[in-house]
């Protein structure tokens, strides 16, 4: 016996045996984001390291190119860039977002990308229970503004953030003539960061539906249900009644 009486029949005790069903065996599919349109970006030099990385790591990877994208709300989501985003976001099991960090925060370009992506799809969020990866690149000294910020959006997007996330200060310094990143603690933590993204999401892809499955929307659902059978069994009684009159 439990002391809970604001507790419905729709708490489940949660079980091992339930994360121990079958696995996938095709490569893990991650999408990459990055926060500027500049020639010499180097939040792209980054994504493209990271790529490499997350390819020699067994994934399929894509890489979303921002240029062109317009501003939220600014045409419908039939644009083609917008649907363009959205697809390879519903596509992927995991995400990595770098953005560059101006005026402390991160970019324009990054935001636009993230507001892009639907809170909702048929009533559920479409980025729920996918990994993420954050890194920024600064052009100063080191700082986490950016990834700060993304993990709070993460967080709001209901996706598995993983614990490690890269900085890049100085980021001019890091990357060669032809984009390539530098060999560097900082790119020995972009190797971590991947790394960690991999077997987060080897881990967790398969028991999304498991580990997004809550207590309060099954208890909305089994009240909308309630809800709609007394409104079903209601109906036929007062056209009896009505007859009747």
């Not at 016996?1 to 079958?22: C, F, K, V, Y």
């Not at 493209?48 to 921002?66: N, S, V, Y």
């Not at 977002?97 to 925060?105: K, N, V």
């Not at 009240?223 to 007859?243: C, N």
């Amino acid at each position: 016996m439990t002391d809970l009486p604001n507790l419905t029949g729709a708490a489940r005790i949660p079980s091992a045996e339930l994360l121990a069903g079958p696995r996938s065996t095709h490569p893990p599919r991650m999408l990459l984001l990055y926060g500027s349109l500049r020639e010499r970006s180097y939040s792209r030099f980054l994504t493209l390291e990271a790529e490499r990385l997350l390819r020699h790591f067994g994934c399929e990877t894509r890489i979303f190119d921002p240029l062109g994208l317009p501003l939220p709300d600014g045409v419908g989501p039939e644009h083609e860039k917008v649907r363009e985003l959205r697809e390879l976001s519903l596509w992927s099991e995991g995400q990595v977002w770098t953005s560059p960090e101006r005026h402390g925060a991160m970019s324009g370009v990054m935001k636009t990308q993230i507001d892009w992506i639907p809170l909702s799809l048929g009533g559920v969020r479409p980025t729920q229970g996918r990994t993420l990866a954050v890194m920024q690149v600064s052009g100063g000294s080191q700082s986490f503004n950016a990834v700060n910020q993304m993990r709070v959006l993460g967080r709001w997007m209901r996706m598995l953030t993983i614990p490690n996330q890269s900085s890049v200060a100085k980021a001019y310094q890091e990357f060669d003539e032809a984009g390539r990143m530098r060999a560097s603690s900082f790119y020995d933590r972009v190797v971590d960061v991947m790394e960690e993204l991999v077997k987060f999401t080897l881990l967790t892809r398969d028991l999304v539906p498991h580990l997004t499955d809550r207590y309060s929307e099954r208890k909305e659902s089994a009240a909308k249900l309630e809800a709609r059978v007394r409104l079903s069994e209601a109906v036929p009684d007062e056209r009896a009644a009505g007859a009747r009159a």
